[in-house]
Structure formats: C-alpha cells, structure tokens
C-alpha cells in the first residue's frame, strides 16, 4: 500500500517544483500522454483543464479522452500499460471494474474500493482516488460544512463510495446511501458507517427530508418531488455536464441552496495533476477554463 509521497517520488529524489520549466505547446516525440477513460464522456471538460493547466507549466504533457467499451476493464488497463500512457482519470462505469488488475492502490483507495486516478510508475500501475478530496475541497469553497450535518447520498458508484468515506471522515452526524440496487447500496454504506434506502418513494422522500446536505453521485436526471425538498438544506450535485440540473431546479424552487459538480472536478482534476507531474496546479487557470467551457454549452 503506497502512500502520496512514494507515488510522487518513488526512488526518494529531489523533486522540487521550483526546476526549470520550459512552456510548451507543440506534441512531439517526447510528449507524454494522460487522458480520461470511461463511456459515453464526450460531454467531459476534463481535456480542456488539463491542457491548460499543462501549458501554463511550461509541461510537455497531453490529455486526451478514452472511449472504453462496457465490459473492457482489463483491456483498458493493459493499454495504459502497454502504450506507456504516464497516466489517466477514470470515470463512469470503471472505478470499480478496474481495481483488479492494477499492481497497487493507495490507502484511500484501497479503502473505499473505487479509483479515479491511476500513475504509471514506470510500468507499475497505481490506483488512487481523489474523489474525495474534491468533492471535501468543493464544499469548503462552497461554504458548505459536513461536520455535524445529516447527509444524503444519491448513487452507490464510485464517486458516491468517495463521498460517503469523506463525509464520515468529516464526522457527519449520519450519513444514508439511497441507490436502485440494495447490494452495491450496503456495500457503499460500509465504507462510511451509512445505512441505506431505496428509491421508493416514501422512502427517498423521507431520506430527502431528513437531510442537511444531499450529494448526489448519480450521472442522470432523477425523478423526485419538489416538494421533498427545503429552505435549509444545501444540494450539492456532483454533475458538470450542465450548469443546471433537473436536481438543482427543483432543490432551488424550494430555497435550498444548491450547486453543481464544477469544484468538485476542479479539486479532484488538480490532485491529479499533482500525483502526475509532482508540480502543483495551476488552479485559477484550471478554474477559468473550466467556467469558460461550460459557458458555451
């Protein structure tokens, strides 16, 4: 089990983020190459942040999206390490189908049995997650606090594995998963000491009304009632595909305060790009081209 410093300097070197550091624009034989892979993510704003970020290091880095067929866990993980990719994010639905063909994973993702990140070290594959972190690091941004909230996370994958870890950490007073499927429900419960619900509408709606703070980690519009919702709740979705959601609108018709998954794939987009290059992010340039990208949609 790897900690964040053996990932970043793995044969103990002097790193140092103050080395020269030379912009670069154009790709050539030298460029290394980082990318996304999941299904069905054409709509990801993960190219354009990292890109930039990249050239506002003077990195000779690219990033790329990689299309993954459902059910091509392993081959995409043999093509990370067979094509010498320096590393990738994952998303929908790999965060858990790849864990077991990786070589090693961080404590945190080890622990929450889901990945997002994963560093080539030198042919040796690392998963990681940063889920997170920043989905903690969005909150804060967001005036939002955790500790002593009763939360609500909607989904059972990956990123609701993350959110449920994080918010324990955070010592939520309680936290329930509410998900289609009981089983995948009880085992993202158990790494946050949740319980769970279905999505019977009682028993979402009275999940919904018990909760300060409702994170959802489901990729597509939900159908809930309005009216579930209140003045003095924040909903946080973890959506970034569009600057509202259906979630959003119908949490904000009743008051509540809500916001969409931009941070969250800011902070998580950042941690990565430190676990890769061990130089630290060009945040505000990662924020601005992210705003200025779901602008134009």
Request: net charge negative; aromatic share 6%; charged share 15%.
């Amino acid at each position: 089990m790897l900690t964040t410093q053996e990932i970043h300097n793995p044969k103990g070197l002097d790193a140092s983020p103050g080395g020269a550091i030379h912009p670069k624009s154009a790709i050539t034989g030298t460029t290394r190459v980082v990318g996304v892979c999941g299904h069905g993510i054409s709509y990801t704003l993960s190219p354009a942040m990292h890109n930039a970020a990249f050239q506002a290091c003077g990195l000779d880095y690219v990033y790329v999206t990689f299309e993954v067929a459902p059910g091509s866990a392993q081959a995409a993980v043999e093509g990370i390490r067979s094509l010498g990719l320096a590393g990738v994010n994952v998303t929908k639905p790999l965060k858990t189908e790849m864990l077991p063909y990786l070589d090693d994973l961080t404590e945190e993702a080890r622990r929450i049995g889901s990945v997002n990140t994963i560093i080539n070290q030198e042919g040796r594959l690392i998963g990681a997650s940063t889920d997170g972190i920043g989905l903690s690091h969005a909150l804060e941004t967001w005036g939002v606090s955790v500790s002593g909230s009763h939360v609500l996370i909607l989904g059972a994958g990956g990123a609701a594995r993350a959110a449920c870890a994080m918010v324990f950490q955070a010592k939520a007073v309680s936290t329930v998963i509410a998900a289609r499927n009981k089983q995948r429900a009880e085992e993202t419960a158990s790494v946050g000491n949740a319980t769970t619900v279905s999505f019977e509408p009682q028993e979402i709606k009275d999940a919904i009304q018990a909760a300060d703070l409702i994170i959802n980690a489901v990729p597509t519009d939900l159908p809930l009632n309005p009216s579930w919702f209140t003045v003095n709740q924040a909903v946080y979705d973890t959506r970034y595909d569009t600057g509202d959601t259906i979630l959003m609108h119908s949490a904000r018709s009743q008051g509540a305060q809500v916001s969409n998954g931009l941070d969250m794939l800011l902070f998580q987009g950042a941690a990565s790009f430190e676990l890769w290059t061990d130089q630290e992010a060009p945040i505000e340039v990662m924020r601005a081209t992210l705003e200025k990208g779901l602008g134009k949609r």
